[in-house]
């Protein structure tokens, strides 16, 4: 390669370098002046962030390792043979981490936001309980396709690492439909929008409508978190049933389309690190046997994206513009309703229709006129005065008197302060995607020769060099081009529904621990080295592994008495 060639390439990776740490500062600053930031958010933040690293190859690795298997049935290559063994490796180490911080996620869970328990108790008790039975039987399954890779034929092992994958991506789909239902209250019917008018129906209404407004409403006028009040002995016994069908979660429009997406993206992501890892001791030697195992990743990393982005990530786009309409206005910067033809189309199915904004919002909560808290509890037969024995004696008459439109325009108000955020992080999502996209097909063009598109992938992949640092900065972009749109995406997703931590329902401060210490520098600094000290240190023994995998292997069978 020249020298302008080396100086081209080096110019636009520093830059690229520069790019994405500047991305990374603005996602700081952003995060640092969020509206009512809570330090507790951050944290779990990072806790959930951490374990998802380890989802994704939970989730990309048994396709790479499946992918191995078949091809060394089909043609009796031991090379790859060792592939699947190394990424076995990978993955029995990968899923003892994701157990650990999967651990440490639920535990904060439950004891930074115990005011979830009333979700859990109710429309999430069902997947959670499915999830500890595919949970369990991933752990088994895992454990037979480890013992018996080698020892029985690759069909076998096949079908063992099937059974597997289909748990794996079962405890997913269960995980994914609770998230789902704190993006959209499926179940509760208008609930939402009798508060806030521009908000959709949720489907049926399984709920009892009294009860759940009058435990708010306690909250409300006792100053109280609803943690406080919901997990108080007794409470519960009170206030009765208040979900009517435990299985609704899965009856959601908004949850089918989230399913297929999260799990198509960390699907993604496990394959570009797998292909990327490849790459990388393909670059270090030249070996050609490695060019042979990035192939068919390739091929299967193409075939995914082209289902995820042009298909999936469109009906993700539909369901969020019509379940989250502020989540969409935020995305779009929609300050004011205004018009585009594309995006309308993509998002509507209709170009003629205006892109709803913050505007439109405002004007429905003023649509409540002088309705009060007092005219909402009459139409629902909740009394002034609410007796719960285990509270005691709550008077409601102090919230009675607030007006509906207030309520709802200060929350709107709330919610449209993350607009420079929600835009930020959905835009850079979409840049990176396509990049990622344009290397994969750039990537699988360079294996799979198309008459006509492959010479000019071709040419685009020689501008990154020789072949060695093509193939790899190619696999490089991959993993740029899912870990970046995941996490910006995952950003949008999450804090994109604020104010509220159930859209339209529960706000942070009424789910959070009362507890002072929680917030106090010496716990959060705590919290966050064991969550920092736990996941560097597993991806630390990830790389260990991938990058000694077959020395690892056998200091593992001697460990287990199984080789000499």
Known sequence: MNKFKMFIISFYSTYLVELIFAKILNFQFFLFNMPDPNPLLWLSALGVYMHGVYISLTFGLPIAIGLMLWKYWRTGDRDYYNAARLMTAVLAVNFALGAITGTLVEFGLVQVWPGVNLAIATFAFAPLALELLAFANEIAFLILFIVTLGRVK?????????????????????ITAVNTWM???????????????FMPEYGPNVVDVQKLVAVKLAALATGQPLSLIVEKPGVAKEVG???????????????????????????LIGLAVATAGWAYRYFKTGDQKYLKIIKPLAAAFVVLFVIQAPIVAHFQGEAVAKYNPTKFALMEGAETTFHNPLIAYLAYGDPNKPIVGFDQFEQACLSHG???????????????????????????????????ADLCLQDVQRAKAYMPQIHAAYYI??????????????????????????????????????EKRRVFLLALLLVLGTVIPAVAGWYVREVGRKPWTVYGLLYPSEVVTPVPYSTSPGFLAFAY????????????????????????LELLKRGTGAGP
């Open 154 to 174: 690759p069909p076998v092992s096949l079908a063992i690492l099937s059974l597997y994958g289909a748990f794996a991506y079962f405890s997913g789909v269960l």
């Open 183 to 197: 993006q959209a209250p499926w179940g509760v019917g208008p609930v939402a929008s009798v508060l806030y008018p």
């Open 241 to 267: 049933v208040v979900l009517k069908d435990p299985m609704v979660a899965f009856y959601s429009p908004y949850a089918l389309v989230s399913i297929l997406h999260n799990i198509l993206a960390a699907i």
């Open 370 to 404: 002088d309705k009060t808290v007092g005219d909402l509890m009459k139409s629902l037969g909740i009394p002034n005065v609410l007796t719960l024995q285990a509270v005691g004696t709550v008077d409601l008459s102090s919230v009675a008197s607030v007006k509906l």
């Open 429 to 466: 999502k979409v840049v990176f995607a396509v990049i990622g996209g344009l290397a994969a097909v750039v990537l699988f063009l360079y294996f799979y020769r198309v008459p006509g598109i492959s010479a000019l992938a071709s040419a685009i992949a020689r501008i990154f060099g020789d």
């Open 529 to 552: 080295f064991v969550i920092l000290a736990v996941n560097l240190s597993g991806l630390f023994a990830l790389y260990i592994v991938a990058a000694r995998g077959y020395r690892f």
